[in-house]
């Protein structure tokens, strides 16, 4: 048996001295047998840790774009409700993202599809200087809104209290959103536990095919299959989810940490002044911030009312498939949902709604192409006075009442509705 060790190694056989030659070939040998022995010694990762170890990945990445879809599909066996249900079957919500940590910039595209037709968009774009929102229902031009506004727009309408929101954007985006990432890893051991035993991974290999920057591409996946079932036990495995959140040290302390820099802030900015609460309060809380916590604890796992079943028939049902390719990125997923609702006003007829999510995940380590954004054609929506909004509301209404009066979903809901 050392005999044969000796040889697999390239040692002599024989007791004779090691020479240098041999000792080089043991030195590149000895560290693939280890690795080849400990691997086998080790225990094989279930599909819920891969499937957390795909989202650590994912998200890894500083930009990303995520293409997804939303339809509905209503079953009513009701004469009377064909028409209605035939119209929500044929909606389709498109959601187009795009995230830049690098820049800390986001832009969200919505539209309305109805029988492929668009029938209403809507665009949010936000960084750390602006907020924009341009939709075809609200005018032609983009509103805008600059954080340095917030507080005098904040004193306004909260009874004169002042949040100059901008200057608490560095506590959670800070250098290399290392705030952020200790949260993600703080959580992702909860969401672990939670998913555990909710996970399968198909046998079988997928493949899934995405339109990107570079062209069309198809990748080889493994699919991994998540099974949510609206009952008691389900339930349990949020209040334990929460539960943990609450109890993680990692959690307790950058909440402590951030609610010391908040009140600094909010005495250098003048913010500390206008609100309801004083220092002392504040400090106090967060010096009793783990009995705090412990206290909400006890409130969930005792004195929370108790959960009960749903009614037979109306327990929802949600299952993912998540594609994640050989490199362990996810790439897309399908979400199926399932809700019976046998309280419903329809006779004789338990209406069924299934929900449908369809998400590609695009252009990881791309630049995102975000919109072009000119202030002189905006409405500065935080610096306009009282006559322009008053003339900005009209032309909202109007150009409202004009979007439905063209548009092919609202025409078919007021034809059904006799409008």
Same mark, same amino acid.
């Given at each position: 048996m050392?005999?044969k060790?000796r040889?697999i190694?390239?040692l002599p056989?024989t007791?004779d001295?090691?020479?240098k030659?041999f000792?080089?070939v043991a030195s590149?040998?000895?560290?693939l047998?280890m690795a080849?022995?400990?691997?086998?010694?080790?225990?094989?990762?279930t599909?819920?840790?891969e499937?957390?170890?795909?989202?650590?990945?994912t998200?890894?990445y500083?930009?990303?774009?995520v293409?997804?879809s939303l339809?509905?599909e209503i079953q009513i066996?009701?004469?009377?409700?064909?028409? &209605?249900?035939?119209?929500?079957n044929?909606i389709?919500?498109?959601?187009f993202q795009?995230?830049?940590e690098?820049?800390l910039?986001?832009?969200m595209?919505?539209?309305l599809l109805?029988?492929g037709?668009?029938?209403?968009?809507?665009?949010l774009?936000?960084?750390l200087?602006?907020?924009?929102?341009?939709?075809?229902?609200?005018s032609?031009r983009?509103?805008f809104?600059?954080?340095?506004?917030?507080p005098?727009?904040?004193?306004?309408?909260?009874?004169?209290?002042?949040?100059?929101i901008a200057?608490? /954007?560095p506590?959670?985006?800070?250098e290399?959103?290392?705030t952020?990432?200790?949260?993600?890893?703080? &959580?992702y051991p909860a969401?672990?536990?939670?998913?555990?035993?909710?996970?399968?991974k198909n046998p079988?290999?997928?493949?899934?095919?995405?339109?990107?920057?570079k062209g069309k591409t198809?990748?080889?996946?493994r699919?991994y299959?998540?099974?949510?079932k609206?009952?008691e036990?389900?339930?349990e495995d949020y209040?334990?989810?929460?539960?943990?959140i609450?109890e993680?040290?990692?959690?307790?302390?950058?909440l402590?940490e951030?609610?010391?820099?908040?009140i600094?802030?909010a005495k250098?900015?003048?913010?500390?002044?206008?609100?309801?609460?004083t220092e002392?309060?504040?400090?106090?809380?967060a010096?009793?911030?783990d009995?705090n916590l412990d206290?909400l604890?006890?409130?969930?796992?005792?004195?929370?009312?108790?959960l009960?079943?749903?009614?037979?028939?109306?327990?929802?049902?949600v299952k993912y498939?998540?594609?994640?390719?050989?490199?362990?990125?996810?790439?897309a997923?399908?979400m199926?949902?399932t809700m019976?609702?046998?309280e419903?006003?329809v006779?004789?007829?338990?209406?069924?709604?299934k929900v449908?999510?369809e998400?590609?995940?695009?252009?990881?380590?791309?630049?995102?192409?975000f919109?072009?954004f000119n202030?002189?054609g905006a /409405?500065?929506a935080?610096r306009?006075p009282?006559?322009?909004?008053?003339a900005?509301?009209?032309e909202?209404? &109007?150009?409202?009442f004009?979007q439905?009066?063209?548009?092919p979903l609202?025409q078919?809901?007021s034809?059904?509705?006799d409008?």
């Amino acid at each position: 048996m050392f005999t044969k060790i000796r040889v697999i190694l390239g040692l002599p056989v024989t007791g004779d001295r090691i020479k240098k030659p041999f000792l080089t070939v043991a030195s590149i040998t000895l560290p693939l047998v280890m690795a080849i022995l400990f691997s086998s010694c080790q225990k094989p990762r279930t599909p819920s840790e891969e499937l957390i170890m795909a989202m650590k990945k994912t998200y890894d990445y500083k930009t990303l774009e995520v293409n997804s879809s939303l339809n509905l599909e209503i079953q009513i066996e009701a004469p009377e409700a064909e028409k &209605i249900q035939q119209i929500l079957n044929n909606i389709t919500l498109q959601a187009f993202q795009k995230s830049d940590e690098k820049n800390l910039r986001y832009q969200m595209d919505l539209k309305l599809l109805y029988k492929g037709q668009n029938c209403g968009s809507l665009t949010l774009y936000a960084d750390l200087e602006k907020l924009v929102l341009q939709s075809p229902f609200l005018s032609p031009r983009p509103f805008f809104l600059s954080w340095k506004d917030f507080p005098a727009l904040t004193s306004q309408y909260l009874d004169g209290v002042q949040v100059c929101i901008a200057d608490y /954007f560095p506590l959670l985006f800070d250098e290399k959103l290392s705030t952020i990432k200790k949260l993600e890893e703080a &959580i992702y051991p909860a969401y672990a536990d939670f998913l555990a035993g909710k996970v399968r991974k198909n046998p079988k290999k997928t493949s899934v095919t995405l339109v990107e920057k570079k062209g069309k591409t198809t990748y080889s996946c493994r699919e991994y299959i998540v099974t949510l079932k609206n009952d008691e036990t389900l339930q349990e495995d949020y209040k334990k989810f929460f539960i943990a959140i609450l109890e993680n040290t990692t959690i307790r302390n950058l909440l402590r940490e951030k609610i010391t820099a908040i009140i600094e802030i909010a005495k250098n900015n003048g913010d500390l002044a206008t609100w309801p609460w004083t220092e002392e309060e504040i400090q106090e809380f967060a010096a009793n911030l783990d009995t705090n916590l412990d206290q909400l604890v006890e409130f969930i796992t005792g004195e929370y009312p108790q959960l009960t079943a749903p009614a037979p028939g109306s327990q929802m049902e949600v299952k993912y498939r998540i594609n994640v390719d050989e490199s362990g990125i996810i790439r897309a997923m399908v979400m199926d949902q399932t809700m019976g609702i046998p309280e419903a006003p329809v006779a004789g007829s338990e209406p069924v709604v299934k929900v449908f999510v369809e998400t590609q995940m695009l252009n990881f380590g791309e630049e995102p192409e975000f919109m072009e954004f000119n202030p002189a054609g905006a /409405f500065d929506a935080g610096r306009a006075p009282e006559e322009d909004w008053e003339a900005m509301i009209e032309e909202i209404k &109007i150009n409202f009442f004009v979007q439905l009066y063209l548009n092919p979903l609202f025409q078919e809901l007021s034809d059904l509705l006799d409008i």
